[in-house]
């Protein structure tokens, strides 16, 4: 009895022998990807614009000097990664809760086990919460209180937009770091660091084909990877090996065939061919496409080639979007399928499209316009004073719903940059446009 006790009370202290005997097989044992993770900045592949040297979330990381975060990528980008070298490099205690699993209750006691922490022992916090958007508001504002007296040093991860997932006050006490996919170059260094991990030999083909299954996405690329090589043994990997691994449903030969069939598929939706539309998206799903992928191009489209002639078309393009992320494959094939034929289907306008590159032209090419005196805030102490907002014409007190009166600086009142089409929903739009762009003199 007295030495099961005593055992007890060995595995709640310092690790002994059989905590470390647990960690060592579960290292051997883990997922390439997870083996695969940086321990330190310099071994971190991609995102230069944030941990390249004199980068700016390396220097904060360096100097142990973060402040509360929101890390905002795709999946695969290193969200977790950063997170890990932070806790790595930081004198602060590191405490990690997933946003899937707690609740308000495993907040609040993070956050009083913080407040110990300091009190007891003077040291800091830093707590770290994958997939913060799906906390409600209730569990983010209970973090809100101890991210601003500095208590803790919140770093979120997200791979929803944290500006429509992420509380306003919540995010205006954080540094938002956006993390890009990884390139192609990116993500085949890391496929070559993996295979001298392990060992193992790649040819050319497999190569390209493991980057473009991946999409910028290093855990793809990697557990595609680990998967193939589980399949092949001790021989050179190829393309046919990494299609085998993906269950027969590669991608494509090579990143050219890739981007040529997403060239198919939005050509044909935007020269309004419903069956070619359907018959690349049918490819590309058959090739192992990532739906994903496929719903970001149909969500652009829907303001590039079909804009204001069908306004509705952004809305739907954007609910497959989200149907695929919340339903998944085999399912979402069919809401992709539904937007492609609405898309294809539907009359069809840049006008949005050139109206944003003529504005955006006026202004890289022109000096920096001030806002006319009417048009500024008039409501902060002083404001008054200086003539803001005092002969500003509030539209809804006229009956046509607008009124005459200047919103664009002087020196480009002349430049018009939206020219409606006559297809669709944009011919009416044209006409009413054509009645509030008359002069004042020219309106009955």
Do not use: C
């Amino acid at each position: 009895m007295a030495d099961a006790r005593g055992a007890r009370r060995s595995r709640a202290g310092a690790p002994d022998l059989f905590d470390a005997a647990v960690a060592d097989r579960l290292a051997r044992s883990a997922p390439l990807a997870t083996r695969m993770r940086p321990r330190t900045l310099d071994e971190i592949v991609g995102q230069r614009h944030l941990v390249a040297p004199g980068a700016p979330l390396r220097v904060l990381i360096e100097q142990d000097r973060l402040t509360s975060a929101i890390l905002w990528g795709a999946p695969g980008t290193g969200k977790t990664t950063v997170a890990s070298v932070v806790a790595r490099r930081s004198a602060k205690a590191f405490v990690q809760l997933s946003a899937v699993s707690a609740g308000v209750a495993d907040v609040r006691q993070a956050i009083e086990d913080a407040r110990g922490r300091l009190g007891e022992h003077g040291r800091g916090t830093i707590l770290f919460i994958d997939e913060v958007h799906r906390f409600n508001r209730a569990q983010q504002d209970a973090l809100l209180p101890a991210v601003e007296e500095g208590l803790i040093v919140l770093i979120g991860a997200t791979t929803e937009n944290p500006f429509f997932s992420v509380n306003s006050p919540l995010l205006s006490r954080a540094t938002l770091w956006r993390l890009e996919p990884l390139s192609d170059e990116d993500v085949r260094e890391l496929v070559q660091r993996a295979l001298v991990l392990e060992g193992a030999a790649a040819g050319e083909d497999a190569l390209e084909a493991l980057v473009s299954v991946a999409e910028g996405d290093a855990r793809a690329a990697l557990g595609t990877l680990e998967v193939a090589l589980a399949l092949v043994g001790e021989r050179e990997l190829d393309a046919r090996d990494v299609a085998r691994a993906r269950a027969g449903r590669l991608l494509h030969q090579g990143t050219d065939a890739h981007y040529d069939q997403v060239s198919a598929l939005i050509k044909s939706v935007r020269g309004s061919d419903v069956d070619g539309g359907l018959y690349w998206l049918a490819r590309m799903l058959d090739g192992g496409e990532d739906p994903r992928f496929i719903a970001r191009r149909l969500v652009i489209l829907a303001s590039e080639d079909v804009g204001m002639a069908d306004p509705l078309a952004l809305v739907v393009a954007d609910a497959a979007a989200r149907a695929v992320e919340l339903v998944g494959l085999p399912e979402a094939q069919l809401n992709l399928a539904q937007a492609v034929v609405y898309l294809a289907s539907a009359p069809k306008s840049n006008r949005v499209t050139v109206a944003l590159g003529r504005a955006q032209q006026d202004v890289r090419s022109g000096p920096a316009a001030q806002v006319p005196v009417h048009l500024r805030d008039p409501h902060y102490p002083g404001a008054e004073a200086l003539g803001h907002g005092e002969t500003y014409r509030y539209p809804h007190d006229d009956p046509r719903g607008w009124v005459e009166q200047q919103y664009r600086p002087t020196g480009i009142l002349g430049h018009l940059y939206y020219e409606p089409s006559t297809h669709g929903a944009e011919a009416a739009l044209a006409e009413r446009l054509r009645r509030q762009r008359r002069r004042p003199e020219e309106n009955p």
